[in-house]
């Protein structure tokens, strides 16, 4: 009788409805949103019978100049509001309910990801580039949160280190793959927003890209770690712009290259270092590998943002065209650059092309579909991944 | 003007006005929720105009039998709810409002857990035993995502592994404790509901406890990893319980120990193991304990979930009064029982002492207030983890 008991009480907590759990209002009747269906559309649902209305905002819905038009959902008999999309091509999306003029995550979905101070619910549809977004029954790296040491910058700092599968049991020494986050970001960023694990385990276990080490550090050097990560607590929080041009994050990248690859099994050498990094991160990578020209082989600019403005000060932001010479000179196996034809950094891109070109400084373009997304930055690190370290 | 037009659209997105990002309803006004006030009441707000009624659930909040009674938020003229709390003592808390019956995360504060299908908001009130759960200006440990090989098991699978600091740059070998979770955890739930990283930083850092190797598993064995992290994909999940009296996790933990002592370096000796678990991760640890009879020194039983029933077959389960004869003549430093005086598993654990008494097997005993929750849990493993590896 106890044990009956047992179970029942378990199967009581299970349904939310134990005080001493977390109530779920949401399961009173099973509502399945977001539904993935056959032909690839997906309908939502959400159960608010006393809403006057429900709209939808995804990522993939058209825009009306810089604003998104919101989808409206329809209400049944049952208070359940629905919309059904049409086909949607295989990728990672994210959306968000609007009831009545509130943001409301979806109760019926777990799967969120925060960008800047927005949460937002995630689904994927598969059977195409999504594949590569999702977790696959392949060998896994490992995904590392650790902090090491800048003495010039407020420190230590936290860092997101995937590894390999194979590393922990091997002896391999492995090439090293720096990835930079735009200025929303910070070092979850590449692994929540960019599923930079998977696509790496993905491309990886397909043969198609080498394996390497990825390092994601946190580019703002006002914080030392994601929001909540640090001692600033559960701060709310914001675009921190005034650090970007500070040029802390530049000076002082040898100190993360220092920790990795003294405690990482790594070729450490110029051929085995990669640099990459979207918008804010491509910036960084442009100035790293300027003010380090001999330091890293593969270099790559995702919708990057490009010059600082005049007043910045920082000696890493001085005689850009003598060190892009420099770097020129030395030598280097890949310099890429991806921008999206409605990304409102186009003109900026036009504009370094230009001066590369007037250099003879070559590099590879990649234009694609869209703006300055994560879409966008998924595609590029899927492109681009696969052409590191291959000679 | 190229660069002011560049700071101008970044300010943009950082409001979230693009269409290229995403929209935030939130933000037409500055919303503080949940405001901390320096007497430790909590303020919350919800803009939400067109709402005819906000109600909050949070878990330091009373219940009548087992419902939680939920809280009215008031409206002020502008559309605003709010409500302030009595002082609270400082621990860590969730809480989510409901509007017009609808499950509403706080759009004004993006730090949430999971706990099985129920996301929920948390905050942290500090001067006290919170300050145990916040991340503090202290070294600090990695965190690792790894995937181990279990033959026998649907494997590879996910284990989170805490490494102190000091762990990377050092030669020194490490204890190991192996910290499991409840029926509706996964080896995520002691990092994001249990504050694992930071209890143990933090109390390293006090020379409270002593520098040591956390390990967290999945104890579901039909689960390869947390929702989301395996390719079952996104998945809504519940609580699976058929595998939870198979007796496998039990079966097949020797693969645990065995990828922890071929990749880390740790001391690999009864003296230097430790295994605590929650509810069914309390259950597993007493029958793992008892079948790897001079396994380890040092066991904890948080809440435990204790019997499985009559027609469990494994033979994990079999003879338990035998095993423990013999886990009680190899000897141990520490056998510890906590649970929750209005804990529903009490009575449970009430009949398990009868039975340690009545063989003279010696324990300790803490008992607390409150249930089957994770205030209680984190007190434990706060209390629990000074005591390990003192010898």
Request: glycine share 8%.
């Amino acid at each position: 009788m106890k044990r009956i008991l047992f179970i029942l009480t378990i199967c009581l907590i299970s349904t939310g409805l134990l005080a001493q759990q977390n109530l779920d209002f949401s399961k009173k009747v099973e509502i399945i949103s977001p539904q993935i269906n056959s032909d690839n559309t997906v309908t939502f649902r959400l159960m608010a019978p006393n809403a006057k209305e429900v709209k939808l905002q995804g990522d993939w819905m058209p825009s009306e100049g810089w604003i998104t038009k919101l989808q409206d959902l329809q209400k049944d008999e049952t208070g359940v509001w629905s919309f059904t999309t049409q086909v949607l091509p295989s990728d990672l999306y994210s959306y968000t309910f609007i009831v009545d003029g509130l943001k409301v995550l979806d109760p019926n979905n777990v799967y969120q990801v925060r960008d800047v101070a927005t949460v937002m619910n995630i689904f994927l549809i598969e059977g195409g580039l999504g594949d590569l977004y999702k977790v696959q029954d392949v060998p896994h790296g490992t995904v590392a949160r650790c902090w090491y040491d800048s003495p010039k910058l407020d420190s230590p700092r936290r860092i997101t280190i995937y590894t390999p599968a194979g590393y922990e049991a091997g002896k391999d020494k492995y090439p090293v793959f720096y990835l930079l986050h735009g200025m929303g970001g910070d070092e979850e960023a590449w692994m929540a927003l960019g599923r930079a694990s998977q696509i790496l385990d993905n491309l990886i276990a397909q043969g198609k890209a080498k394996p390497m080490i990825v390092v994601m550090t946190n580019g703002h050097t006002s914080n030392t770690a994601a929001p909540g990560e640090s001692s600033k607590g559960f701060y709310k929080p914001d675009m921190r712009a005034p650090d970007i041009f500070s040029g802390d994050m530049e000076a002082n990248f040898g100190d993360v290259i220092k920790f990795v690859e003294s405690n990482y099994r790594v070729k450490a050498d110029k051929q085995n270092r990669a640099i990459a990094g979207l918008s804010m991160g491509g910036f960084h990578s442009l100035y790293i590998s300027a003010n380090y020209p001999n330091t890293f082989d593969y270099i790559g600019l995702f919708s990057p943002a490009i010059l600082p403005p005049a007043n910045a000060a920082s000696p890493m932001y001085v005689d850009l065209d003598a060190k892009l010479k420099t770097q020129q000179d030395n030598g280097y196996s890949l310099y890429w650059i991806g921008i999206g034809k409605t990304d409102f950094l186009f003109q900026n891109v036009v504009d370094y092309r230009s001066k590369l070109d007037s250099m003879k400084f070559k590099y590879q373009y990649r234009e694609s579909e869209g703006g300055h997304t994560w879409a966008n930055w998924r595609l590029y690190l899927s492109e681009f991944a696969p052409m590191l370290f291959q000679k």
